[in-house]
């Protein structure tokens, strides 16, 4: 008698139950987690270096950067104002929330308000995997093409935001930005979505606003009383 063991499955239940006690850690503290996915090129870590600028001053954040090989991303991100640290796979095409666990110590401070994980550049792996977070944001270049969301689906129906990036190439492009925006809430009619050019600063402020509103919804304070508490 044969025994059918669905593997993937058994991984992805135990990823979730790692993600869930990360979860709870992060929901007793205060700590508002999100998730970057995108492909690869999309401008991801040059936007988390305008982000973390941007967020100096304002709120204490945090940031893991996972890829493949190297520790690149995490050496461009150093001396921006939130302490960094990679986390390199080894060939896997994902973070795992054993990973993160495994990782946090190094950037987890008393007071840190703010988590953002960098995920392995990758559209689909990622999508499955609980990091436990409270929400993923897909990143997407208006370099991609319109059809992007409508090929990639699962990531725009599981995010909670939509960055599109790079819009200040827009104009030397053909890319249709209104149909961009149409593709992502196709798939998502819930979905928010920004446009932001991390080049030009163009769309940065409303996405700094967006981290510091919803962080400060976590922690149960307002936006403009946690900056200031942040300054004093």
């Known amino acids: 008698m044969s025994v059918k063991v669905d593997v993937n499955r058994s991984v ?4 979730n139950e790692i993600a869930e ?14 998730n970057l996915i995108s492909s690869p090129g999309s401008g991801k870590t040059t936007l ?8 100096k001053g304002r709120i204490k954040a945090a940031v893991l950067v996972g890829d493949v090989q190297t520790d690149n991303d995490a050496r461009r991100l150093a001396g921006h104002g939130a302490e960094v640290k990679q986390i390199v796979t080894g060939g896997t095409c994902h973070l795992e929330a054993h990973m993160i666990e495994k990782h946090l110590e190094a950037v987890d401070g008393e007071d840190l308000e703010l988590l953002i994980i960098e995920n392995v550049g990758n559209l689909v792996c990622p ?7 409270d929400g993923k944001v897909v990143l997407v270049s208006v370099t991609e093409g319109e059809d992007k969301p409508l090929k990639y689906p699962a990531i725009f129906h599981k995010a909670r935001l ?8 827009a104009p030397h492009l053909d890319c249709d930005l209104e149909e961009l925006r149409r593709n992502i809430t196709a798939v998502n009619g819930q979905i928010e979505v920004l446009e932001v ?4 600063g163009q769309g ?4 700094l606003e967006w981290i510091l509103t919803r962080a400060a919804e976590k922690r149960g304070v307002a936006p403009r009383e946690s900056e200031e508490g942040a300054r004093a």
Do not use: C, H, P, Q
């Open 127 to 133: 999508t499955s995997y609980d990091l436990g977070e």
């Open 12 to 15: 992805l239940e135990a990823n």
């Open 48 to 55: 988390l270096e305008k982000t973390l600028e941007g967020l």
């Open 197 to 200: 050019s991390a080049r030009t």
């Open 162 to 169: 939509a960055l599109i990036t790079k819009t200040d190439l």
């Open 204 to 207: 940065m402020e409303g996405w």
């Open 21 to 34: 006690r990360l979860r709870d850690t992060w929901r007793s503290r205060g700590i508002f987690v999100l």
